[in-house]
């Protein structure tokens, strides 16, 4: 029953995970020498990053060191914008950019970085981008102190960066600012891969063109993708590889816990089933999924010990614990969280407190786009005529695998070598016997576990620092 439930009540969970330009890559066209770098960047995004740039510096102040003329204070490219101190001298600053004429297409974009004094960013430091996986944006994933009250505010693989002078930036898809009382997701029919890609590099191009702006260079970025994101990341990759040096966003890849191919017939022929169950379902017009947590986590804190409508013969906080510590994924012993049984019922939670994971759950967006879900699953079983993993073997820019054995775990690496990368590491963080696996650390435990920052985020910092 509970894996059942697991399938088809709450699909999206199995991973926490355009302006639309031509989805056919240029093919291996030269950068032009006479032709400046920055201006090779600005033509190949779909909208005007420079002027996004521009803006974005109009509003914050931060000292420009190009000569450039600022607008003023009615032009500006972006929206919502807002400057958020965490703790000290770690500042979060985000705003969103139009993407297209529909106006729920807008991505976020994010900065988390050490200020020398107010609106005054360090220079220089190495640039890293993040890109969130299913069913969470970039501050649920990189700043989950500010969306608990239970846990300190400046917690966070963020913080815990720019405090050692790394500028991290980072997206929210578009998908994850629909509001819940949005019921039309017409919008949303073409919002896949491509999407996904297209607004990723948009944002990265952002970045990079205020950096430079701002004295720290043009240098591409170390990127990471979470989960879903892993495949959003290498299918960046994958476009990069056809384009001019001069517009390749990334020069190092930090895939974090997903198998983005295997050589294992059972995972490929469940994600083929699954790829067969969810895009007849896109075919029909529905082209939103529900993200379970939140209304998951409300149960759970305001009727803990009410019967769950889910899964039958558990507590809603049963059902909420269970959707943190149990094996929600059929092929591999795969969950979120390391977990605490008693009588093989889910009793609680290893590396964190039970108000936090309910925090993290009430937390998430309301929906997520289906075409996303649908591609992902045919790219990762493979026998679809997908183009994303068309030039996975001209990727070249060094890999670091990260992987707990609680979720992916080893399947992560065979992907790795269909790339045509010459550096690949891996760090498989393993605690526990196989026997002992679901109390193993896991897929959300990289972010959010109060053991995260030795066994993760100390050895990912140490990789960009040598890089």
Same mark, same amino acid.
């Given at each position: 029953?509970?894996?059942?439930?697991?399938?088809?009540?709450?699909?999206?969970?199995?991973?926490?995970?355009?302006?639309?330009?031509?989805?056919?890559?240029?093919?291996?066209?030269?950068?032009?020498?006479?032709?400046?770098?920055?201006?090779?960047?600005?033509?190949?995004?779909?909208?005007?990053?420079?002027?996004?740039?521009?803006?974005?510096?109009?509003?914050?102040?931060?000292?420009?060191?190009?000569?450039?003329?600022?607008?003023?204070?009615?032009?500006?490219?972006?929206?919502?914008?807002?400057?958020?101190?965490?703790?000290?001298?770690?500042?979060?600053?985000?705003?969103?950019?139009?993407?297209?004429?529909?106006?729920?297409?807008?991505?976020?974009?994010?900065?988390?970085?050490?200020?020398?004094?107010?609106?005054?960013?360090?220079?220089?430091?190495?640039?890293?981008?993040?890109?969130?996986?299913?069913?969470?944006?970039?501050?649920?994933?990189?700043?989950?102190?500010?969306?608990?009250?239970?846990?300190?505010?400046?917690?966070?693989?963020?913080?815990?960066?720019?405090?050692?002078?790394?500028?991290?930036?980072?997206?929210?898809?578009?998908?994850?600012?629909?509001?819940?009382?949005?019921?039309?997701?017409?919008?949303?029919?073409?919002?896949?891969?491509?999407?996904?890609?297209?607004?990723?590099?948009?944002?990265?191009?952002?970045?990079?063109?205020?950096?430079?702006?701002?004295?720290?260079?043009?240098?591409?970025?170390?990127?990471?993708?979470?989960?879903?994101?892993?495949?959003?990341?290498?299918? +960046?990759?994958?476009? =990069?590889?056809? /384009?001019?040096?001069? *517009? !390749?966003?990334?020069?190092?890849?930090?895939? $974090? %816990?997903?198998?983005?191919?295997?050589?294992?017939?059972?995972?490929?022929?469940?994600?083929?089933?699954?790829?067969?169950?969810?895009?007849?379902?896109?075919?029909?017009?529905?082209?939103?999924?529900?993200?379970?947590?939140?209304?998951?986590?409300?149960?759970?804190?305001?009727?803990?010990?009410?019967?769950?409508?889910?899964?039958?013969?558990?507590?809603?906080?049963?059902?909420?614990?269970?959707?943190?510590?149990?094996?929600?994924?059929?092929?591999?012993?795969?969950?979120?969280? +390391?977990?605490?049984? =008693?009588?093989? /019922?889910?009793?609680? *939670? !290893?590396?964190?407190?039970?108000?936090?994971? $309910? %925090?993290?759950?009430?937390?998430?967006?309301?929906?997520?786009?289906?075409?996303?879900?649908?591609?992902?699953?045919?790219?990762?079983?493979?026998?679809?005529?997908?183009?994303?993993?068309?030039?996975?073997?001209?990727?070249?820019?060094?890999?670091?695998?990260?992987?707990?054995?609680?979720?992916?775990?080893?399947?992560?690496?065979?992907?790795?070598?269909?790339?045509?990368?010459?550096?690949?590491?891996?760090?498989?963080?393993?605690?526990?016997?196989?026997?002992?696996?679901?109390?193993?650390?896991?897929?959300?435990?990289?972010?959010?576990?109060?053991?995260?920052?030795?066994?993760?985020?100390?050895? $990912?910092?140490?990789?960009?620092?040598?890089?």
């Amino acid at each position: 029953m509970k894996n059942s439930f697991v399938l088809t009540g709450l699909a999206l969970i199995l991973l926490l995970s355009t302006c639309e330009k031509d989805d056919t890559p240029t093919p291996n066209p030269e950068p032009n020498p006479a032709k400046p770098d920055l201006e090779a960047i600005i033509d190949d995004a779909p909208v005007d990053p420079y002027q996004v740039a521009l803006d974005l510096l109009a509003q914050t102040q931060w000292p420009v060191e190009e000569e450039v003329d600022l607008p003023g204070s009615g032009n500006q490219a972006f929206l919502n914008y807002e400057r958020e101190v965490i703790a000290g001298n770690i500042v979060h600053y985000s705003f969103q950019v139009q993407m297209g004429d529909d106006p729920n297409d807008k991505i976020g974009i994010h900065r988390v970085v050490r200020e020398m004094s107010p609106n005054q960013p360090i220079k220089n430091a190495r640039g890293f981008f993040f890109q969130h996986g299913d069913a969470k944006d970039f501050r649920g994933m990189m700043l989950p102190g500010t969306n608990s009250p239970t846990t300190p505010n400046d917690f966070g693989m963020a913080v815990f960066l720019a405090r050692n002078d790394i500028d991290v930036w980072g997206i929210d898809q578009a998908w994850t600012l629909t509001p819940a009382e949005v019921t039309d997701h017409s919008f949303m029919a073409d919002w896949g891969i491509q999407k996904q890609v297209t607004d990723l590099r948009q944002a990265m191009a952002v970045a990079r063109i205020t950096r430079f702006l701002t004295g720290s260079g043009l240098d591409p970025f170390i990127l990471a993708g979470y989960s879903s994101g892993v495949v959003t990341g290498f299918s +960046a990759l994958n476009e =990069e590889t056809q /384009l001019a040096s001069a *517009v !390749q966003h990334v020069d190092g890849y930090i895939p $974090l %816990d997903l198998a983005i191919k295997s050589d294992d017939a059972t995972w490929n022929a469940f994600w083929q089933g699954y790829y067969a169950q969810v895009k007849p379902v896109y075919d029909s017009g529905e082209f939103a999924e529900l993200v379970p947590f939140q209304p998951l986590g409300q149960l759970a804190r305001n009727s803990p010990s009410g019967d769950s409508e889910f899964i039958p013969g558990f507590t809603n906080l049963q059902t909420a614990l269970f959707m943190g510590i149990g094996p929600v994924f059929e092929v591999v012993p795969f969950h979120y969280l +390391a977990g605490e049984w =008693e009588n093989n /019922l889910p009793a609680g *939670v !290893q590396y964190l407190t039970i108000d936090q994971w $309910l %925090d993290f759950m009430e937390s998430a967006p309301p929906y997520q786009s289906r075409l996303f879900i649908v591609e992902y699953a045919g790219l990762l079983g493979g026998g679809n005529d997908l183009p994303f993993d068309d030039y996975f073997s001209d990727i070249t820019v060094p890999i670091f695998n990260i992987s707990p054995a609680g979720g992916f775990g080893e399947y992560t690496k065979y992907g790795t070598t269909l790339m045509g990368s010459s550096e690949v590491k891996h760090l498989i963080i393993k605690l526990e016997s196989e026997e002992n696996v679901l109390l193993d650390f896991a897929h959300i435990d990289i972010f959010i576990a109060d053991n995260a920052e030795s066994l993760v985020w100390q050895p $990912l910092l140490e990789w960009v620092n040598t890089h």
